[in-house]
């Protein structure tokens, strides 16, 4: 991977990556409350989209009742919520709208002390058009997070699974990308430098490891696209099967059958474990800096405790709560991977 440079000063570049910190925060933030949204149906509650002009909420009764309106012509109302009034109907809009209004809120996070940093001059050529990229790729995150609310608006009270997962991996990329620059920039003193001859392989079999926890995080978006988490809810068998009955029946059963995305996520959930014990007993045997032990120590923690609330959220039929940890989690998990890779490259 390429790193920055160091023309900008040690202490402007630990302000710049406390900001870009608070931001990763956020994104975390913003991932928990998508999955509460996701958990409780409240992800279709509002139905336009407006970047610009939407920050403030109804203000009285009239206004309440024009939205509330609006709701009812959607499949959501007609088919699961008929009988919600416009009281109930608050209790399901102010979730998504927090959500909304924490995708906004963050984009005056970092619009308003990027443009700051700039005229002071703290960042160099080379670090402005690495951080501009963020504000590419959170409106885009906008933008997919609408054409996915919107597909369950036309015919079916849900979202479509694909665009659920586009939306998730958008999510993963933001976040896996600020955190890594955050780290670079949040290092001081210490210089970010290219690999060690003995370290290459570690950083390849780390970068894969990452690779392999994206992918099962993508195929639990699947998952939760389809609510095949209500289902087969037994460990380790599938209703008394290694592999349930009527799986993979066709090329596209992995992204659109119950059955088969739910097999899927166990069976690169239960790889996943395995690279990272792997991993970590390789980093526990070779490896004595004390940094790069830490953080894969803490990966290990971390993939196990993932593994064992995934399990008990399927057993217990994904309760709202543990649902919301289990995606939670998986962000924690998926940072922790990033900051173990990152530490191969830090130098005193």
Request: proline fraction near 5%; include cysteine.
């Amino acid at each position: 991977m390429q790193f920055l440079p160091q023309s900008t000063s040690p202490g402007k570049r630990r302000e710049v990556g406390i900001w870009l910190l608070c931001l990763v925060v956020m994104v975390f933030g913003a991932v928990v409350l998508g999955g509460f949204t996701r958990l409780t149906g409240s992800g279709l509650s509002m139905v336009d989209w407006r970047p610009i002009t939407g920050w403030l909420p109804p203000l009285h009764d009239a206004e309440w009742q024009a939205i509330f309106d609006l709701y009812r012509q959607t499949p959501q109302y007609r088919h699961i919520n008929f009988d919600i009034t416009v009281e109930g109907f608050k209790s399901i809009f102010w979730l998504e709208y927090v959500h909304r209004l924490w995708g906004r809120l963050m984009g005056v996070v970092f619009i308003v002390p990027f443009a700051w940093f700039i005229l002071r001059g703290w960042l160099d050529r080379h670090l402005i058009p690495r951080i501009g990229a963020l504000f590419v790729l959170g409106g885009l995150q906008g933008a997919i997070g609408w054409f996915m609310v919107s597909s369950g608006l036309v015919d079916v009270p849900d979202v479509s699974q694909y665009r659920l997962v586009a939306h998730l991996g958008a999510a993963m990329l933001i976040f896996v990308y600020m955190l890594w620059l955050c780290l670079t920039l949040l290092g001081g003193e210490a210089k970010v430098e290219p690999l060690d001859e003995p370290l290459r392989p570690l950083a390849r079999a780390t970068s894969w490891v990452i690779a392999w926890i994206a992918l099962t995080m993508l195929a639990g978006g699947f998952v939760a696209g389809l609510d095949a988490g209500f289902t087969y809810n037994t460990f380790p068998l599938m209703d008394g099967r290694w592999i349930p009955e009527g799986a993979f029946g066709h090329w596209r059963a992995p992204f659109e059958d119950v059955a088969t995305v739910q097999f899927d996520h166990r069976v690169m959930a239960t790889v996943a474990v395995v690279l990272v014990v792997v991993l970590w007993y390789r980093v526990h045997r070779t490896v004595i800096i004390p940094g790069v032990r830490r953080a894969y120590h803490a990966l290990a923690v971390a993939v196990l405790l993932q593994a064992c609330l995934g399990v008990v959220t399927l057993l217990l039929v994904v309760p709202m709560l543990l649902g919301a940890a289990h995606q939670a989690l998986a962000f924690v998990l998926l940072g922790l991977s990033v900051w173990a890779r990152h530490t191969l490259h830090v130098r005193a």
